[in-house]
């Protein structure tokens, strides 16, 4: 089952398919109430990546891997691949930046800046900050007859 939620009613809705669109990232989730490890969530840009990683209570996020299209592993095929690290660079005095996505097996390059230039950097994502992050519990009761996150209070 996948489950959507409705940007404008805040519902959460079943669906039996989907279709994704440019990189993005499968995240293997543990529920926090039930313990079970039955789902993942998919995480459309790295600052959602860092919002859900941030906000989300109830799960715990026990992987990250990057849905990476053909158009940027240059393959015939989609890749999937664990995240090591998400970092932002930004050009001094230049207005260039890049985001690199650093996986098990692959670096991934968007953006302009040449990075043997002067550049500062921030690390959007690190497992070592995955790992670090402790986990929130809420105290939402779960109706289990209805379609719902594992996850709550995901902006």
């Avoid at 650093?102 to 390059?109: D, I």
């Avoid at 990075?115 to 519990?137: A, C, D, N, P, V």
């Amino acid at each position: 089952m996948i489950y959507v939620l409705d940007p404008v009613s805040k519902a959460v809705q079943a669906r039996s398919h989907c279709e994704v669109e440019d990189l993005c990232f499968l995240l293997t989730i543990t529920s926090i109430q039930t313990g079970r490890r039955d789902r993942a969530a998919i995480v459309r840009c790295a600052y959602e990546l860092q919002s859900y990683i941030t906000c989300a209570m109830d799960v715990k996020v026990e992987e990250v891997q990057l849905l990476c299209p053909p158009s940027v592993n240059g393959s015939d095929a989609w890749s999937l691949e664990h995240l090591e690290k998400i970092a932002f660079y930004e050009g001094i005095g230049t207005g260039e930046s890049a985001v690199i996505y650093q996986t098990s097996g692959n670096t991934y390059k968007f953006g302009t800046l040449d990075l043997r230039k002067k550049k500062t950097r921030r690390i959007w994502y690190s497992e070592q900050h995955l790992f670090s992050r402790i986990t929130q519990q809420s105290h939402r009761t779960l109706d289990m007859r209805e379609p719902h996150f594992y996850a709550s209070k995901v902006r």
